[in-house]
């Protein structure tokens, strides 16, 4: 069960915008439409931010938005605030044998 | 309000077992599956394991497949997570989840904030 693949870290400064991607292969990510994205901050219960790819769970901000081509999922996070600072976790699903498979997580900081 | 409360880790040995519970509170806890995710120290988050709604149905990570069990109790509205064989790289803290729809077993809209369990001689 290989990982999908994400980038250690992305920054930006209050009011920009920030990218996560997330690779994974034609088994998991590029199979289905069920990627979901979590915030975590270490020692707390993960955030459900995003989930199928796009929809976001009430009361999540519309500043998260998720898309996804091919393999390649992505995490948008606009006008970013202090309190978006974080770790983002992709996670898809990857047939009925495996079910979820984490990406390797992203440190957001925001300058 | 949607509650999920784990308890049952600690300190074992390797070659040891516990069992995690999951108390569920605030939905109807048969209509939803459920899920297990760890982190270990300093390393990223990992699916463990999913069960759905009636319990007929379970998954698990290959690192735990054979060595961990996943159950429920819907007239208890709690959720388990038998752990035999425990190594030390099964050390970490323990959430689990609620699906954000019946069948979304690891998009969770709750966790609960975790147990920790520790493997070491």
């Known amino acids: 069960q290989s990982a999908l693949t994400q980038p250690p870290s992305a920054s930006g400064s209050p009011g920009q915008s920030v990218t996560i991607s997330c690779t994974g292969t034609s088994s998991d990510v590029g199979a289905y439409n069920s990627v979901s994205w979590y915030q975590h901050h270490p020692g707390k219960a993960p955030k459900l931010m995003i989930y199928e790819v796009s929809k976001r769970p009430s009361g999540v901000p519309d500043r998260f938005s998720g898309s996804k081509s091919g393999n390649t999922a992505s995490l948008t996070v606009s006008g970013l605030q202090a309190e978006d600072e974080a770790d983002y976790y992709c996670i898809s699903y990857a047939g009925s044998n495996k079910l979820g498979v984490f990406g390797t997580g992203t440190k957001v900081t925001v300058l | 309000e949607v509650q999920l409360l784990e308890s049952g880790g600690g300190f074992v040995q390797p070659g040891g077992s516990l069992r995690l519970s999951c108390a569920a509170s605030?939905?109807?806890?048969?209509?939803?599956?459920v899920t297990w995710v760890r982190q270990a120290p300093g390393k990223g988050l990992e699916w463990v394991s999913a069960i759905s709604g009636r319990g007929d149905t379970t998954y698990y990570a290959d690192s735990v497949k054979g060595r961990f069990t996943i159950s429920r109790d819907n007239s208890k509205n709690t959720l388990y997570l038998q752990m035999n064989s425990l190594r030390a790289e099964d050390t970490a803290v323990y959430y689990c989840?609620?699906?954000?729809?019946?069948?979304?077993?690891?998009?969770?809209?709750?966790w609960g904030q975790g147990t920790l369990v520790t493997v070491s001689s």
């Open positions: 989840g609620k699906g954000v729809l019946p069948a979304a077993m690891f998009s969770c809209d709750y």
């Open positions: 605030g939905f109807t806890f048969s209509n939803y599956g």
